[in-house]
T-cell receptor, first 115, second 115 residues
Framework: AQSVTQLGSHVSVSEGALVLLRCNYSSSVPPYLFWYVQYPNQGLQLLLKYTSAATLVKGINGFEAEFKKSETSFHLTKPSAHMSDAAEYFCAVSRGSTGFQKLVFGTGTRLLVSP | NAGVTQTPKFRVLKTGQSMTLLCAQDMNHEYMYWYRQDPGMGLRLIHYSVGEGTTAKGEVPDGYNVSRLKKQNFLLGLESAAPSQTSVYFC??????????????FGQGTRLTVV
């Protein structure tokens, strides 16, 4: 069964600083991996996804993530934080195979950005 | 396109009351899901559907029922609400790329309080 661990329920950065949100996965088969963002009182919006093509994935709003099989990681980064990046971020995994595959979510990391 | 629309957005129920949450998607997606989101627990799958007329249990199905009579609609019912069902409920839908399920698209959520 797949699972996801997000290290740190809260991460605080200053505006302009590097953003690093950590995600480690467990999967018995090659996974599909996703990062979602949730702004207050809204639904989840896809930031980026890894589906077994390029290991460095670029997403919206300047975010990117690198799939590292040897480390079973899919950390999310952004070179320079903006105030508008303050939100909750969820990593999710599914099995990249045919048929129904549910998304398994991590517990989320809240990103706080200070001026 | 509206994407995934949930109604209502907010609801307060008394213990023992019943209600139905409606989810509608206009993207012709095969798969639909109901999740609940609770602080520190991420999103947990309640029920899902892989097509019109089909439903299946997720991780936390107890106390809920679902129906998918039309492809675009997925209903979540609470027959006898309990305080433990106080949560934010999200509906999502997804599509296939080739024969593999890709990312999910989420509604804006329904905030339910059971008193």
């Amino acid at each position: 069964a797949q699972s996801v661990t997000q290290l740190g329920s809260h991460v605080s950065v200053s505006e302009g600083a590097l953003v690093l949100l950590r995600c480690n996965y467990s999967s018995s088969v090659p996974p599909y991996l996703f990062w979602y963002v949730q702004y207050p009182n809204q639904g989840l919006q896809l930031l980026l996804k890894y589906t077994s093509a390029a290991t460095l994935v670029k997403g919206i709003n300047g975010f990117e993530a690198e799939f590292k099989k040897s480390e079973t990681s899919f950390h999310l980064t952004k070179p320079s934080a903006h105030m508008s990046d303050a939100a909750e971020y969820f990593c999710a995994v599914s099995r990249g195979s045919t048929g129904f595959q549910k998304l398994v979510f991590g517990t989320g990391t809240r990103l706080l950005v200070s001026p | 396109n509206a994407g995934v629309t949930q109604t209502p957005k907010f609801r307060v129920l008394k213990t023992g009351q019943s209600m139905t949450l409606l989810c509608a998607q206009d993207m012709n997606h095969e798969y639909m899901y109901w999740y609940r989101q609770d602080p520190g627990m991420g999103l947990r799958l309640i029920h899902y559907s892989v097509g019109e007329g089909t439903t299946a249990k997720g991780e936390v199905p107890d106390g809920y029922n679902v129906s998918r009579l039309k492809k675009q609609n997925f209903l979540l019912g609470l027959e006898s609400a309990a305080p433990s069902q106080t949560s934010v409920y999200f509906c999502a839908s997804s599509y296939f790329h080739g024969r593999v399920m890709t990312e999910a698209f989420f509604g804006q959520g329904t905030r339910l309080t059971v008193v």
